[in-house]
């Protein structure tokens, strides 16, 4: 494909909902792991190249055949998950699941919401929040998320989200820089009024006395206050 690979376009149909035909993938260069992730992700069969034309149509009627019973089965399940349903209904209400409001994300995470609600709410919560971290960066965006460049922007199409919208919101926002508090005039009253007073140093020509009682060997009392009062 030019725009991505084959694996990862069936992975986009498998959560949006748009998975509602057989699928056959075929791959050059396919393995084991290949196999695994298409089988797990809705495909039908996983056929490696080169093949036949003899080998393809028997692949696409055992496909096709497949696809009828996954269908039949999940109308089954479909069918038992009404009847639980109804049970659940007559048998009283159940008990309200917890929800939780993230307003900073713009994100709410409801239990009692289907899944595939829920999950579109959060891919568009994430991508919106680390876009703006990442300054609206499409290709730091697909570092982050460990996307290709491709998958990412039909999943920015999916979600709705309009890139050049927030970046314009984003240069016409105001720079808030924060308020600095100003003491007010009572404040700086009560600063001055007690504020430690300046002792006045003594004269450079006066004679100081030593008082031998106030020492370090015998302190009592303050020996550099005693060593700048000037003699009397």
Do not use: A, L, Y
């Given at each position: 494909m030019p725009?991505?690979?084959g694996l990862t376009l069936l992975r986009e149909w498998k959560y949006s909902g748009a998975l509602t035909f057989p699928v056959i993938v075929m791959?050059?260069?396919?393995?084991l792991d290949h196999a695994k992730r298409a089988i797990e992700d809705g495909a039908i069969d996983f056929i490696e190249k080169p093949i036949s034309l003899k080998l393809l149509l028997s692949g696409i009627k055992n496909g096709l055949a497949k696809w009828s019973d996954r269908q039949k089965q999940l109308d089954e399940d479909r069918t038992r998950d009404r009847r639980m349903r109804r049970r659940a209904n007559n048998s009283g209400p159940r008990p309200a699941l917890p929800a939780f409001d993230i307003k900073e994300y713009g994100l709410t995470i409801d239990f009692n919401r289907p899944f595939r609600d829920m999950l579109y709410d959060f891919e568009r919560a994430y991508f919106r929040t680390v876009l703006k971290h990442l300054n609206h960066s499409m290709a730091d965006l697909a570092r982050h998320a460990g996307m290709e460049r491709t998958h990412l922007y039909r999943k920015i199409r999916m979600l709705g989200l309009d890139v050049e919208a927030m970046r314009e919101e984003a240069r016409q926002a105001p720079y808030n820089t924060p308020a600095v508090a100003k003491p007010n005039s009572s404040a700086l009253?009560?600063?001055?009024?007690?504020?430690?007073?300046?002792?006045p140093l003594a004269p450079e020509n006066a004679v100081v006395r030593l008082d031998m009682t106030n020492s370090i060997e015998f302190p009592t009392g303050s020996t550099l206050d005693n060593l700048r009062s000037p003699v009397k």
């Open positions: 725009d991505g690979e791959s050059g260069h396919g393995s009253s009560n600063f001055e009024e007690t504020k430690p007073k300046e002792r």
